[in-house]
């Protein structure tokens, strides 16, 4: 095997993706790098089963400048001081994807978690030299997974020690603001104040506050032991106690964690009465750098927020994955959890859209939209009559709810969920800002159904001239009829027999003509994108009797073999439209070629037993290789201007995309094109990262 034979991602083997699907799904849900570690090691077993080999190695690398270094390493035959393993390393962290020899006798990659150049690597070698492609798609995959969870999870921990340091930082900002003050002390849950810290020399003042009982100190009209119950926090009040001469101040604030050894901790100050102000002044100052500290981290989360949620609106997900994504982000951004998404749509009643199979009181659904008014954010108490109410209808927990409104044009969405605390004014900005990107993914995803509208109505412009030719013949036929009863009629030979026949060839006439119609109708309808369960027999037939002038006109036949209890989880109107597109296609390929037939058939996945393949072909030129590669590219066409435009195989692809399959172009054993429709059945659960990674290949 070559040293830089590099396999095309192209060619990633399907199947063996799926098979450590669930390895994979271990690896992203790793809430530590620890179990990142260990589900990647669990990973290595069903490789070693599938394929029968060994893994010499699994293990993180992390750059360094003086070669990578292995931070990580699975209990394997090859060891971290092995100079001919470092070698290696520093060789293939420079070809990162490449299957590059180990020796004689093995071979394995690199991959790294992101494009950074600190970002850390996983290698995988085994005790193979001639990898099969699925075993090197499999290997591919696990450690290109593995990486990129490895990635998030130690910039996950890095945002934990940079909030750590800030957390420090500010407390030595109070330590050097206090500078000034004489004592630091603490007193634990028997009452007994503690000196900890001396300055200015002043031990005078330590014997005279050492050991005392907090309810002997007098601060103002407060209580110092009931200050230390209830956890109020004291800054710089006058202090008196027995013995002293001068004005001292002190400071008191609970200490965080309720086992924390000292409930009560803080400082006294000795200070002649004219510096009082000064000490007011600390007082301001530090509460305003804390509050400085407090809104850079806000901001700082309120930008990882957006950030992270603008990735997921840009990316290439289905619109539900997107949505469920994002109302996951906009619920943590506020600290709240138990997520319902309610969808009003006009005419129709509301329903829960998100978490899916779960059982509410529909009838209640329909106060959501009154209680939110036209407020876009709206708190519920717990307390509340109307939170008990929407909490028992939508089988939620105890606590506050924070009902987010989300206004579209053809539909509105509200999002509920338990807030974990009690929301302030930041937290309702917050949520006002980040809901932006959640009514963005509804109107891209509206946009998207006016271009597949659009699309349709493009299509029956070009079925125009067909559609008037198979109108034409009833109405010739009813024309004709009508014309020999008015001639018989005037000759006095109308008998009663005569006249049932003639009605009868009219009305099936008209019959006739009504279905043309609303097979028009039918397709030129809007689709509101549910899936359900639906027969691809049946969508293939009514896409083939929509077709039938084109059929008929270009003298091809279109076979149809799908069981008739085969069922899809699908929108009927779009895979019609996907089937009708595809027709055109292929007629326009065969234009002019005799024999021309089109062949609908279906089968299993050999890899997905919950998905089945609806097969499309025909025995046309097929695609040329150049082709190919930008079939589904938008507004790439190769028929003349005024023919197309481009975006068929386009809108083709994104609604299979949407309906959590794909379509695959190609060409047949026989030279045809073959397009290959992928959809799930209707109780397969909607396909996983993993899974939507493995699928991209085209087999």
């Not at 943590?332 to 059982?359: C, M, T, Y």
């Amino acid at each position: 095997m070559s040293q830089t034979r590099q396999v095309e991602p192209a060619r990633r083997d399907a199947a063996a993706s799926q098979r450590i699907a669930p390895e994979l799904r271990r690896v992203l849900d790793a809430a530590s790098i620890q179990a990142c570690h260990a589900a990647l090691a669990d990973a290595a077993q069903p490789l070693c089963a599938e394929f029968g080999f060994s893994l010499l190695t699994a293990a993180e690398i992390a750059p360094a400048p003086q070669g990578p270094a292995i931070v990580w390493q699975y209990d394997g035959s090859l060891h971290k001081s092995d100079s001919h393993l470092r070698a290696w390393l520093a060789r293939a962290s420079c070809n990162l994807g490449r299957f590059l020899a180990f020796g004689d006798d093995a071979a394995g990659l690199v991959m790294a978690g992101a494009l950074e150049a600190d970002a850390p690597m996983v290698t995988l070698i085994a005790d193979c030299t001639q990898l099969p492609l699925p075993l090197e798609s499999a290997m591919r995959d696990l450690a290109e997974f593995s990486a990129r969870r490895l990635y998030q999870l130690r910039r996950e921990s890095e945002t934990v020690r940079r909030r750590q340091r800030l957390d420090m930082d500010g407390a030595r900002d109070a330590a050097l603001l206090r500078a000034s003050a004489d004592l630091i002390w603490e007193a634990g849950s028997d009452g007994i104040l503690h000196v900890t810290h001396i300055f200015q020399d002043r031990r005078d003042l330590a014997r005279l506050f050492e050991g005392r009982v907090l309810g002997d100190i007098t601060v103002g009209t407060r209580d110092l032991q009931r200050a230390a119950q209830t956890g109020q926090v004291l800054r710089s009040l006058p202090v008196t106690v027995a013995g002293a001469e001068e004005p001292l101040f002190l400071t008191a604030c609970p200490s965080s964690g309720a086992s924390a050894p000292f409930p009560l901790r803080g400082t006294i100050a000795a200070a002649p009465v004219q510096v009082q102000e000064r000490l007011a002044i600390d007082t301001t100052t530090l509460e305003t750098i804390l509050a400085s500290r407090h809104r850079e981290e806000r901001l700082r989360r309120e930008t990882e927020t957006m950030m992270l949620g603008l990735r997921i609106l840009l990316g290439d997900a289905p619109f539900r994955e997107k949505l469920e994504q994002l109302v996951k982000r906009l619920a943590s951004a506020i600290d709240s959890d138990e997520i319902r998404l309610v969808q009003f749509r006009p005419g129709e009643a509301p329903r829960l859209v998100l978490p899916e199979k779960l059982a509410v009181k529909e009838a209640a659904l329909a106060e959501i939209a009154t209680l939110a008014g036209a407020r876009p954010i709206t708190l519920m108490p717990e307390s509340d009559q109307d939170n008990a109410r929407i909490r028992d209808a939508l089988n939620m927990r105890n606590g506050d709810i924070a009902l987010i409104a989300l206004p579209a044009p053809a539909e509105r969405y509200y999002l509920l969920c338990r807030a974990r605390r009690s929301l302030n004014s930041d937290d309702h900005g917050l949520a006002e800002r980040v809901s932006l990107l959640l009514q963005q993914a509804i109107l891209l995803q509206a946009d998207q159904k006016q271009i597949l509208h659009s699309a349709k109505l493009s299509a029956l412009g070009q079925m125009s001239t067909g559609i008037a030719h198979e109108l034409r013949q009833p109405l010739n036929a009813i024309s004709i009829a009508a014309q020999n009863i008015d001639l018989m009629v005037g000759l006095g030979k109308a008998g009663p027999e005569f006249l049932q026949e003639k009605t009868e060839r009219i009305l099936a006439q008209i019959d006739r003509a009504c279905k043309v119609m609303d097979r028009m109708r039918r397709f030129g309808r809007k689709t509101v994108g549910d899936h359900k369960p639906a027969s691809p027999a049946a969508i293939a037939r009514s896409a083939r009797s929509l077709m039938d002038p084109v059929i008929i006109a270009s003298g091809i036949a279109v076979d149809i073999e799908i069981p008739d209890e085969l069922e899809v989880s699908a929108d009927e109107l779009e895979v019609e439209q996907v089937l009708v597109n595809l027709i055109q296609n292929a007629s326009d390929a065969m234009a002019g070629r005799p024999g021309g037939k089109i062949r609908i058939w279906s089968r299993d996945d050999p890899d997905d037993p919950g998905v089945i393949r609806l097969e499309v072909e025909d025995n046309g030129p097929g695609f040329p290789p150049e082709v190919l590669k930008h079939a589904l590219d938008a507004f790439f066409t190769t028929k003349p201007e005024g023919k197309g435009t481009g975006l068929g195989l386009s809108i083709a692809h994104a609604i299979l995309r949407e309906h959590g399959g794909r379509l695959l172009v190609g060409n047949s054993e026989a030279g045809g094109g073959l397009i290959t429709l992928v959809l799930r059945r209707p109780e397969a659960a909607f396909p996983s990262l993993a899974s939507r990674s493995a699928m991209a290949a085209t087999p």
